[in-house]
């Protein structure tokens, strides 16, 4: 608040009446000029410590990211190997458990991401000094990592529902037919859910290449097996029979090789 002081003695004259004025208008701009400079450098004190506070919680989530990748590659390889064993049993029922090629693995773990500074930057209203460009990036890149993170919410409780006949009995190979095809099926869905969060993860590292080793489409492709029938000699006559129907529906032809992984 600025406080106004009245004059200490009456003005005698219009001249004196005129000085008077002119001093608190002056005093006034001043006190004001004063206020603004101290909220101008205050604002600017904020918006400091709130992008080094973006800063260290990127480079915080950049190496949950990295710890992430290496779980959802042994995620990946331990579905698949659930798959394999699982075939197996199907087509060589009464096979016993020390038997089969391999053991079934079920474990998940949930990468760790954190967004406490962009909420704190959101609640307090610092994003409004920023330019509204560089919020609009934080906000991109927050939305995909919140993207990662609830991918992998799809994939928990696919996996917790294939595992549950091991609260009975953990022994695969007890399983009934049925069983063991319903598994099939529940490792299945597992899998395609994370073939899906791996859209995700190829999402965040293009919004942010810090955020690596991320995913390429090629070994996305490589994943999924893309390559032995769309690349796949053999098959040359149906993929062009293929090709000339996709760019009327979509003119999207099925390539002829993989694109080439993107360059951080």
Request: proline residues 8%; negative net charge.
């Amino acid at each position: 608040m600025l406080d106004v002081h009245p004059p200490h003695e009456a003005a005698h004259t219009w001249k004196d009446f005129l000085i008077h004025i002119a001093t608190i208008t002056i005093g006034l701009l001043i006190a004001i000029s004063l206020e603004q400079t101290v909220e101008y450098f205050h604002h600017r004190h904020e918006v400091a410590e709130t992008r080094e506070a973006l800063r260290i919680e990127r480079e915080d989530n950049r190496q949950a990211f990295a710890s992430g990748m290496v779980e959802f590659h042994r995620q990946t390889a331990a579905l698949i190997n659930n798959l394999i064993i699982l075939q197996y049993l199907q087509q060589h029922p009464g096979t016993p458990q020390e038997k089969l090629p391999g053991i079934l693995v079920w474990h998940a773990i949930r990468t760790k991401f954190s967004d406490s500074a962009w909420k704190t930057a959101q609640q307090s209203n610092v994003t409004a000094l920023m330019p509204q460009q560089e919020v609009r990036g934080y906000a991109l890149l927050y939305d995909r990592i919140d993207k990662v993170g609830e991918a992998f919410d799809q994939i928990w409780p696919a996996i917790v529902q294939a595992r549950l006949y091991s609260v009975v009995d953990p022994d695969p190979t007890h399983l009934t037919s049925q069983q063991v095809a319903a598994e099939i099926e529940l490792t299945n869905t597992a899998l395609a859910r994370v073939f899906t969060q791996s859209s995700a993860l190829v999402q965040l590292g293009m919004v942010d290449p810090g955020f690596t080793p991320a995913p390429s489409p090629h070994e996305i492709n490589a994943l999924m097996r893309v390559s032995e029938t769309e690349e796949n000699p053999a098959l040359a006559a149906a993929i062009a029979t293929t090709n000339s129907r996709l760019p009327a529906a979509s003119q999207l032809p099925i390539p002829s090789s993989p694109p080439p992984p993107k360059q951080p």
